[in-house]
């Protein structure tokens, strides 16, 4: 449904670009970049760049971490996109779903009233999820073999879905915090219908993404599923730089996994790091050497 689905979707090209203050690294030198609503920073080295963006990550401020992270030209065409997609009105069944959704969340009582929904089906989502957390493992197996990927991909995955297969559905008192959570954030958003969706500029936009953002995070946190923790984890050391290019590595446990140590490239452009994609130290831990340095 598009327009259900315009903040989420926004939020997600956003992380993928993917980072204003750091307290992680106080001795980085940063300046302040005039950017509208959000604030950014300009970090000083790649290491202080990649902390930057895991302390936007963990404390929920998606809109500083594009604002950090995007390059120009990135920022440029979110925003673009953005301009198109407040052209195109709704379709009449997309915008009553929509309205029907969020009348729901943020109407008076919305809490008791979802639970008492919700509160019957409870023992089945559990049921559920356990086979979905089992089947998992079993489905990527091929796709992580098929793909190159290193050998401690499938571990991943599996402790993943060891995580998932814990998580207390069932749990009642789980589902109403889940649920008071998700409704406060739905009130704050205050988006109501498709006409309130495209009177947002890009700024008011990634606003309201970080305040869904920040819900999210906080519903999974309530399940045992604490991203923060796994971003605040990250460890980083710079192996190289080279004119305006640097080699990193990247050292993260999650959920009380093994470390795991993943490379992370950056290339310097008018002062500011940005992430390199198709770099060639990842590819070459996935077994690829058909990227070629610029």
Known sequence: MR???SLTALGLVLVACGGGESSADPSSSSIGVSTGRPTATVEATP?????????HLANHRISALVYTMAKPEELAEMKSKWAEMRKEPPSAAE???????????????A???????????????????????????????????????????????????????????????NAKKAISILCKAAREIDVADGAAMQKLGFDEALGKVDVAYAAVMDVLEIYGIDLSSTFNSVEIETLSTKGDRAELELTFSMFGMEPQTVPFEMERIDGRWYGVENAPAAQAEMGDDSWTAR
């Open 3 to 5: 327009t259900a689905t």
């Open 47 to 55: 290491e202080a760049t990649v902390i930057a963006a895991l302390d």
């Open 95 to 109: 915008d009553a779903q929509f309205k029907e959704v969020m009348s729901r969340l943020t109407a008076k009582g």
């Open 111 to 173: 809490e008791e009233a979802l639970f008492a929904e919700i509160q019957p089906h409870l023992a089945e989502a559990q049921q559920q999820l356990g086979m979905m957390a089992g089947m998992a493992p079993m489905m990527a197996a091929g796709a992580i073999q098929d793909s190159g990927a290193p050998e401690d991909a499938l571990m991943m995955v599996e402790t993943l879905g060891q995580k998932f297969a814990q998580m207390n559905i069932a749990s009642e008192d």
